[in-house]
């Protein structure tokens, strides 16, 4: 893969169908290589993201934001619009932002979108994405995990174009960073009931899934071996140690439940829950 200068200003735009035609995930071409000017020979200008020090990534991290802010900009100026227009004012409060009355195919303050400016707001929304991958990136190399700028930029994309997957599943990505896995499993879920859903979130979900499972079997299997070992023969009577409830329905019919079967209930649900915040 090609590295880009970073350091060199955006004069040149490419045509907002190229990141659509070329290559649905085009938007990665800056994500993990940035040309780095560290006075190097050409050749070895190109840095792996992985494979460099902290400084380094964290100046490669820089370099890529300015490099895509730049292409924003240019954005802008060539097709004559502002990105104001199709973000909600507090784009990082709550993802209620998901209802907004703009996207990449409708319409922005009442107005149609015209064409040309449509297809560069897909291209706007994968570099949001990017943007928010590179501060990810920056936190991470920086031993930090206030990915507070991430989850900005990511928010932005899911404002972009609600209907596409992928913002869906960055922002579980910063779930999972957080251990909170049931807002994890939400965006995960999101972003596969998109119109344009992200495939791969359904793997993270199963492994998921299959991770709160394991812990649940654990949790369970201790339980019923605390309770082997705590049961102590009762004092009371049969009548106290278990209630029958009987419950009578607007319609006339009735149900039977009884209180040892509520804390079983009780019980399996707690058991549920701390699968998923363990």
Not at 41 to 46: I, K, L, V
Not at 58 to 68: L, M, N, P, R
Not at 131 to 152: H, I, P, V, W
Not at 209 to 227: G, Q, T
């Amino acid at each position: 893969m090609r590295g880009v200068d970073a350091g060199r200003p955006c004069t040149e735009v490419i045509d907002g169908r190229v990141c659509e035609i070329a290559s649905p995930d085009s938007g990665r071409f800056v994500n993990y290589e940035v040309r780095v000017h560290t006075g190097l020979p050409d050749s070895e200008r190109y840095v792996d993201f992985g494979c460099v020090g902290v400084d380094a990534a964290v100046i490669t991290a820089s370099e890529g934001t300015i490099f895509y802010e730049n292409l924003l900009d240019k954005f802008q100026e060539t097709y004559g619009f502002s990105l104001s227009q199709f973000l909600e004012p507090d784009v990082c409060g709550s993802l209620g932002a998901g209802s907004s009355t703009s996207s990449a195919g409708g319409v922005a303050g009442g107005r149609v979108i015209p064409d040309s400016v449509r297809l560069v707001l897909i291209s706007v929304q994968k570099i949001y994405i990017c943007l928010g991958d590179l501060a990810r990136y920056r936190e991470q190399a920086m031993g930090t995990t206030n990915y507070g700028k991430a989850r900005s930029w990511y928010l932005k994309a899911q404002q972009i174009a609600p209907k596409n997957g992928r913002p869906y599943n960055q922002l579980a990505i910063l779930a999972l960073y957080a251990r909170r896995k049931l807002d994890a499993v939400y965006y995960y879920m999101r972003s596969l009931a998109a119109s344009n859903p992200f495939l791969t979130a359904r793997e993270s979900l199963l492994a998921l899934f299959d991770d709160a499972r394991k812990k649940y079997d654990h949790l369970e299997r201790k339980r019923l071996e605390e309770e082997g070992v705590n049961q102590q023969p009762s004092l009371e009577s049969p009548l106290e140690e278990e209630r029958l409830e009987i419950w009578i329905r607007p319609d006339g019919t009735t149900s039977h439940r009884s209180s040892r079967q509520g804390d079983q209930a009780s019980r399996e649900g707690r058991a549920a829950v701390a699968a998923f915040d363990n």
